[in-house]
Nanobody, 128 residues
Framework: QVQLVESGGGFVQAGGSLRLSCAASGLTFSMYVMGWFRQAPGKEREFVATITWNGGSTDYVDSAKGRFTISRDNAKKTVYLQMNSLRPADTAVYYC?????????????????????WGQGTQVTVSS
């Protein structure tokens, strides 16, 4: 079965950095659009970043632009989220998600309902 396993979360001070990883199994990774979402206590799960099947195109929520970078290694079946200049407002559980891509598709999927498979999440806490 499909499994997405996030890692790399933790506790960091404002201005610090973390790198999240999401290892996939049970699917042909290179055929999937990958996304990162986050959910803070009492809030809806929100889009953070997405990357196309070949890593050729990415998109971010406005608050992440210039600070976060999504990337993928199809050989390792892993997607990453490098987070720099972290702020207390970035505190949340971070989830990776996957959806099957169309052939050579470059569409950016920003809604959680667009994704089929989800990981269990990893906690990121940023102190002020």
């Amino acid at each position: 079965q499909v499994q997405l396993v996030e890692s790399g979360g933790g506790f960091v001070q404002a201005g610090g950095s973390l790198r999240l990883s999401c290892a996939a199994s049970g699917l042909t990774f290179s055929m999937y659009v990958m996304g990162w979402f986050r959910q803070a206590p009492g809030k809806e799960r929100e889009f953070v970043a997405t990357i196309t099947w070949n890593g050729g195109s990415t998109d971010y929520v406005d608050s992440a632009k210039g600070r976060f970078t999504i990337s993928r290694d199809n050989a390792k079946k892993t997607v990453y989220l490098q987070m720099n200049s972290l702020r207390p407002a970035d505190t949340a559980v971070y989830y990776c998600a996957a959806r099957l891509s169309g052939r050579r598709e470059i569409t950016h999927y920003l809604n959680r309902d667009d994704y089929t498979y989800w990981g269990q999440g990893t906690q990121v806490t940023v102190s002020s």
